[in-house]
């Protein structure tokens, strides 16, 4: 399946979710948080070439995700296969048994809305918040175009370039963008 999605920055959640709620969106998923584990090999082969081997924790879910190299444009498009497994650790344990590593780890907090045509994600990060939008070519315009926003207000970063570009302005650790633990 190919992905297609756009990212749009905000100053905080509050500000995004009346922005989200004023175009009509309709709920599909509460906030909850999201924690993601990207693995490559030891040597980098899958970064460098551009792909992504993810494991999600999704409030419980587990997801395995693998996506192809970005094809850059004014939206970011990849090819990207998905599915749900039972139990996330398992996964986490036979890829590193395989000899996989950690590449990048990140957490969000996620709320879902829908648009015809188009997923809107609230993502509350350690790094900002950003509504990303993804679906149709069409829809990401049209609702990027009633949240008022245009092109070039898109962002086609994945999360772990705008924790790198950003994690000296919000004084973040590295190497992973994840929340203060109390």
């Known amino acids: 399946m190919t992905e297609r999605e756009v990212k749009l920055p905000y100053p905080d959640s509050e500000s ?9 969106a309709v709920l599909l998923r509460p906030a909850r948080l999201q924690r993601d584990t990207l693995f490559d090999t030891p040597d980098g082969r899958l970064r460098t070439s551009g792909q992504v081997l993810r494991l999600r924790d999704d409030g419980g879910r587990g997801y395995l995700t693998v996506k192809g190299p970005v094809q850059r444009g004014s939206m970011k498009v990849r090819e990207e296969q998905e599915t749900a497994v039972d139990d996330a650790r398992v996964v986490d344990a036979a890829f590193r048994a395989l000899g996989l590593v950690v ?5 969000k907090y996620r709320t879902e ?5 188009v997923t809107l994600t609230i993502d509350d990060t350690p ?7 993804e679906g149709e ?11 008022g926003r245009t092109e070039g207000e898109f962002l086609l970063d994945s ?9 000296q302005t919000f004084g973040l650790p590295g190497p992973d963008m994840l929340f203060p633990r109390a």
């Open 137 to 147: 070519e069409a829809a990401i315009l049209d609702a990027a175009g009633a949240l």
């Open 113 to 117: 809305y829908s648009l015809p045509g």
């Open 127 to 133: 790094v900002g918040v950003f509504v990303e939008l």
């Open 103 to 107: 590449a990048f780890r990140y957490e």
């Open 16 to 24: 995004a979710l009346r922005a989200v709620e004023a175009i009509g």
């Open 159 to 167: 999360y772990r370039g705008l924790f790198l570009a950003r994690q």
